[in-house]
């Protein structure tokens, strides 16, 4: 990093907010369809007659999209990154109301209606934090720090060829790494390669990429997917891909709507083969679960036959699903509910189970020393494991081989009550409100504007417990630092922008 006396091109400065001003119209009339969409949704065509369980879905659904609302209408300013995290809570928490969660269900009407006061209350503090950064504009520093893009291309460009390198070693069986170095180096690698493709997917989109530059990336682009998806967890290979067509929609203000189109219907086309292959590979005990590079053909090849044969099968009413299908679709329906969660806490905590008092919160400081300065560190799931145990879900010895996910909210509750509940909304509301005011009126490729990008990927992990978040961008924090250090110059700011 070093200090230099150029001045940043002011349509550089702009280029991060000039999206808003465009298609603010657009996404507002967008808001309203989607909005529509799921109200009437839970109330006409929903899985159940409790009237009061629809009422918590409603209140739920408003409270996660009113901060969208806020920012499609210009009221609020900057990347949305609080929105997109408080419209997780749509598919979390409002739609397993009234969906038959099979464990949803075990719980009372009035139940729900605790657990949905307690979200929307969340939800309503967080946004009510979050509004006080982002409702105005700060005044431009007099310089930011930020990526020259000839040096900074070539590092993206590695960045991404290591991430896939590094996955496809994982899958083949090639790499055997402690697991805390093996954590480190994911995270490190995940962290880079996402504010890669962001990067890079954005110049793509303002047509700034060279030829040969954006072959390259998109031929990588391509690969990290297919390698990502190889794992059977497609949440990464979506991941990729949404930060890649948001940077791209910001910089070439469109959005590439063949390509979303033509994505979406692979990922579901996979996705109803996923089951099976996962009951082959990860639990049948008869076939490796690891893939060799050159096997990745034959690999997709299968996975599009189940996918083709759930398909054909589902056509032919009179086929009667088998235990294990039913089993695997209404996986599907249900893994992403996490209220499941929040719900037990309430009937448990105070009366049965006391409150941990901040005992998952406590290991926190420990999460972020490196492993190779603490060999008997725990793991970054800790925390979960102690909210499995402390409600009896698991033993000591379960929470080796399966991990029953809380989230931030239920984990808030399991600790201090509605009192933590509260808190977590203010620290959310205010990370989230002034990573988002940092990259107010920021280059994109500044170092303020790439740590927001960094946040936004983290705000829509609905399973991550305290100390799995904290770790996580911990380490994701440290590899955009190594960034800035290495690849960032200091930029002044136009006098008449100034």
Same mark, same amino acid.
């Given at each position: ?16 907010i ?34 009061v ?11 996660? %999209?009113?901060p ?22 749509v598919?979390t928490?409002? %739609?397993?109301?009234?969906s ?31 509004f006080?950064?982002?409702?105005s ?24 060829a ?125 076939y ?14 299968e ?10 099968r ?107 509940c ?11 409100g002034?990573?988002?005011r ?11 504007y ?49």
């Open positions: 990093m070093t200090n230099d006396s150029e001045f940043l091109n002011l349509s550089v400065l702009q280029s991060s000039i999206f808003d001003h465009r298609r603010q119209k657009r996404l507002l009339r967008g808001f309203w369809v989607i909005a529509f969409a799921l109200f009437t949704f839970e109330l006409f065509f929903t899985n159940t007659e409790s009237l369980s629809i009422f918590g879905a409603i209140l739920i659904t408003a409270a996660a %999209l009113f969208t609302y806020l920012w499609c209408s210009r009221k609020a300013l900057g990347m949305p990154i609080f929105p997109l995290f408080a419209l997780t809570y598919w928490h409002a %739609l397993p109301l009234v038959n969660h099979p464990i949803v269900v075990e719980y009372s009407p009035e139940s729900h209606l605790f657990a949905s006061l307690t979200v929307t209350g969340f939800l309503g503090l967080g946004t009510f934090i979050w006080q950064f982002v409702k504009t700060p005044s431009p520093p007099e310089s930011y720090l930020a990526l020259n893009g000839a040096s900074g291309y070539q590092f993206f460009l590695l960045a991404l290591a991430n896939i390198f590094f996955n496809t070693y994982f899958l083949a069986g090639w790499i055997f790494l402690d697991a805390g170095i093996f954590a480190i180096i994911c995270n490190v690698t995940l962290a880079l390669s996402s504010l890669a493709t962001f990067v890079l997917a954005y110049r793509l989109g303002s047509q700034e990429l060279s030829g040969a530059r954006a072959r390259w990336f998109i031929l990588l682009l391509v690969i990290s997917i297919v390698v990502n998806a190889a794992s059977l967890l497609l949440v990464g290979a979506a991941s990729i891909f949404l930060i890649a067509i948001f940077a791209f929609t910001i910089g070439r203000k469109k959005l590439p709507i063949l390509v979303i189109i033509i994505s979406l219907i692979c990922f579901c086309f996979l996705n109803y083969g996923k089951g099976e292959m996962r009951a082959k590979y990860w639990f049948g005990g008869e490796s679960s690891y893939i060799q590079p050159w096997e990745y053909p034959a690999w997709y090849s996975w599009a036959g189940y996918s083709l044969n759930y398909l054909l589902n056509k032919n009413s009179n086929d009667v699903p088998s235990s294990q299908e039913t089993e695997e679709r209404s996986s599907f329906l249900e893994r992403s509910s996490v209220i499941q969660m929040l719900l037990l806490a309430q009937i448990k905590s105070p009366q049965e189970i006391p409150y941990l008092y901040g005992a998952t919160y406590a290991i926190l400081p420990q999460l972020l020393v490196p492993r190779i300065f603490a060999p008997q560190k725990i793991a970054s799931h800790e925390g979960t494991y102690l909210l499995n145990i402390h409600y009896g879900l698991q033993t000591r010895e379960t929470t080796g081989t399966t991990t029953i996910a809380w989230g931030l909210l239920a984990e808030s509750y399991a600790n201090f009550g509605l009192i933590g509260g808190g977590l909304a203010v620290i959310l509301g205010s990370i989230y002034q990573s988002t940092w990259s107010l009126n920021a280059p994109v490729l500044s170092a303020k790439l740590f927001a990008i960094l946040m936004m990927t983290f705000s829509f992990q609905t399973e991550f417990s305290a100390g799995v978040y904290v770790a996580a961008l911990f380490q994701g924090t440290v590899a955009l630092g190594s960034v800035i250090v290495l690849l960032m110059r200091t930029y002044k700011v136009p006098p008449m922008q100034n």
